[in-house]
């Protein structure tokens, strides 16, 4: 085998291995060959982009398949191609090292983000071509957080719900209540305070019960696909029959919940604050609250392991960096966060619908 190594790998900027908006990628494509090489091309990509896929089964033989795409960016740079007249360039036995730059762009572009159904990827990727040969593919996902967006209608206001029922099986009288938080837009890791108002003039009592749910839809040609996950749940003493009282409860968002995402046509991962009554033998009165979550403040950025490389390297692309020992300068270690499934540990609802605006 001529190829000994092909890879690419890119330097980290911050402890969590994360990028944003605006923030430069600098990292290397790594080409390692047994003796001198004819190559055609070298070139480096940078993609965002999104993919919805799900299949819907119509009796025993029938189904369908929803698929939707979307692209956020897509940079493409030769590194290598056609030095010579027969098309070809040559690159000498031992370990090559051709560096990269890149910037992601400063607009908004959705989070990171993989489920069953569809993902939103960041990549880094090579493609080395030869002569009546497979273009050989290297290729490395990288973490992309985006930007608290501030613009989000009523992220700062008051959100309010209310509620009444009347019970007239297995009981009589009236129910109502009154839910209140302060705002809307909450950071990974701060507490939701909610305030509740309960007047219990019914022959029954109740117990009000809190739950933060996610809420994860998916778009593709003209069709909606929903899983719901419950986050959080608690619950508090119930409330006596002819009676009134107001509960604040606290709720702390886990610090490593995904933001949500919604700024994607086709993908929103949305949470709610749900409150419902409980009360035996009939239907539960049910308020539902939006919460947007949004991202904390990125990291310090620190000196990347290497240098850091701009665009001006490739003035000379037929001269990179060659070495025959190991690479000195390996991406930074970094300890990733715990992974979200771990706060995810109520059973999941899914189901998809024709036409329908998101709830």
């Not at 778009?219 to 909606?224: C, E």
Request: hydrophobic share 35%; aromatic share 10%.
């Amino acid at each position: 085998m001529t190829i000994l190594n092909f890879s690419i790998e890119y330097d980290a900027i911050n402890s969590h291995n994360t990028f944003t908006n605006g923030d430069t990628v600098n990292g290397r494509i790594i080409v390692e060959v047994s003796k001198e090489t004819k190559v055609q091309s070298l070139v480096f990509i940078a993609k965002g982009k999104a993919r919805v896929v799900w299949h819907e089964y119509y009796g025993q033989h029938q189904h369908r398949v929803f698929w939707a795409d979307e692209k956020y960016y897509d940079i493409k740079h030769h590194i290598l191609r056609e030095a010579r007249q027969d098309g070809t360039e040559v690159i000498g036995k031992g370990r090559h090292v051709f560096p990269f730059s890149f910037k992601i762009p400063d607009r908004r572009i959705p989070s990171s983000f993989k489920d069953c159904t569809g993902k939103i990827v960041h990549k880094v990727k090579a493609e080395l071509k030869q002569s009546m040969k497979l273009t050989k593919t290297a290729k490395a996902h990288f973490t992309f957080c985006s930007k608290a967006d501030m613009d989000v209608p009523g992220l700062l206001e008051p959100q309010y719900g209310s509620k009444d029922k009347s019970l007239k099986v297995f009981g009589s009288g009236n129910v109502s209540m009154d839910v209140h938080t302060k705002r809307m837009g909450y950071k990974q890791g701060e507490n939701i305070k909610v305030t509740v108002e309960i007047l219990n003039q019914s022959s029954r009592s109740v117990k009000p019960k809190f739950t933060l749910y996610e809420k994860k839809s998916f778009f593709a040609q003209g069709r909606r696909r929903v899983h719901t996950k419950e986050i959080l749940k608690d619950k508090i003493e119930a409330l006596a029959s002819s009676s009134k009282d107001t509960v604040t409860k606290v709720m702390s968002i886990p610090r490593e919940l995904p933001p949500s995402i919604l700024n994607c046509s086709i993908i929103k991962l949305e949470y709610r604050l749900k409150l419902c009554l409980d009360i035996k033998c009939t239907k539960d009165p049910v308020i539902k609250l939006p919460i947007v979550v949004l991202p904390k403040a990125a990291p310090a950025k620190q000196q990347p392991a290497s240098a850091a490389y701009g665009f001006e390297a490739f003035a000379n692309p037929t001269q990179p960096t060659r070495s025959t020992t190991p690479q000195q300068a390996a991406p930074q270690p970094y300890d990733p966060p715990p992974p979200y499934e771990a706060y995810a540990f109520h059973p999941t609802v899914t189901y998809s619908e024709k036409n329908s605006s998101v709830l």
